[in-house]
């Protein structure tokens, strides 16, 4: 009895150690009866006009000039709001994709799909990927430079409704051509919601992801539209996320094999 008691301590410490990752860690399985979130995200007012950018180191690689569009809208819609499902512990594969970033930057943030996200960095044209993305705490990054100069990739963390910086991740130089692997430990990541990539040569190069705990996340297309499918009935919590913008959350019940239409609207 007392041999079986220091066991259950042992696992609970381990537990303890792990933290919630170990815990609640996100499991693959089949789904019955799905259900489907859908909508739109609008914006009201006049958007802010891309940040200009003179360029003094590799002009011959990253051009004379660079812009960056942090709020990028189209006829009020707002495209590249993170738009996450939280609370599913179970359910549908993370999904294949690539997504890729502003030209004439040629980065691309691609997601292996599967048990994990997989994100693999592809940096080329002095560009990491979309301004917006999505990383899962504890699974490892690809970085790829495809760039024939070299890159230092800064990370930060940050936590609130908007991008407000707290602490530096890591601080890593990137040379041409080559690969390196980091991982967003959720020790380090604590309670914070989202993640900054910059580079400390080009500061032009700058991308926001948001944490998520499983696949049911969309990133809005040009049109403000997101679409969740395969989705476990029940009660959830549906978030939408820009880093310029802030968070705004609503409750949701998906019904089995029904489909719920809900939308966002920001302001500025």
């Known amino acids: 009895m007392k041999h079986r008691i220091r066991i259950l301590w042992v696992i609970i410490g381990l537990a303890i150690i792990a933290g919630p990752s170990m815990i609640h860690a996100y499991e693959v399985g089949e789904v019955q009866k799905g259900g489907t979130i859908q909508g739109h995200v609008t914006f009201l007012g006049s958007p802010p006009v ?4 003179k360029v003094d180191k590799n002009p ?6 660079r812009s960056l569009m942090k709020v990028e809208v189209q006829n009020g819609f707002l495209t590249g709001a993170i738009v996450v499902l939280d609370g599913v512990e179970k359910g549908k594969p993370f999904p294949p994709q690539t997504l890729a970033g502003a030209a004439p930057g040629e980065g691309t943030f691609q997601h292996q799909g599967g048990e994990s996200l997989g994100l693999q960095v592809h940096t080329k044209g002095c560009n990491f990927g979309p ?4 990383v899962v705490a504890d699974q490892p990054i690809q970085f790829e430079n495809q760039d024939s100069i070299k890159h ?6 940050a936590k609130g409704q908007k991008g407000s910086i707290l602490r530096t991740i890591h601080n890593r130089d990137i040379q041409p051509d080559h690969e390196m692997h980091l991982t967003m430990s959720s020790g380090k990541l604590k309670d914070s919601r989202m993640v900054r990539f910059a580079c400390n040569r080009h500061d032009f190069m700058e991308n926001w992801l948001y944490v998520v705990k499983n696949p049911y996340f969309a990133i809005t297309d040009e049109k403000g539209q997101f679409v969740i499918d395969n989705i476990p ?3 959830y919590t549906l978030r939408a996320w820009h880093p ?3 968070l705004q959350e609503q ?5 089995p094999g029904k489909a719920l239409d809900t939308d966002f609207g920001f302001s500025g």
């Open 50 to 53: 891309p940040v200009q950018f």
């Open 233 to 235: 009935p029940g009660h």
């Open 152 to 157: 230092i990739l800064h990370t930060f963390v």
């Open 244 to 246: 310029m913008l802030g």
């Open 60 to 65: 011959e690689v990253c051009g004379q000039e």
């Open 131 to 134: 301004f917006t993305g999505v």
């Open 251 to 255: 409750e949701v019940q998906v019904t």
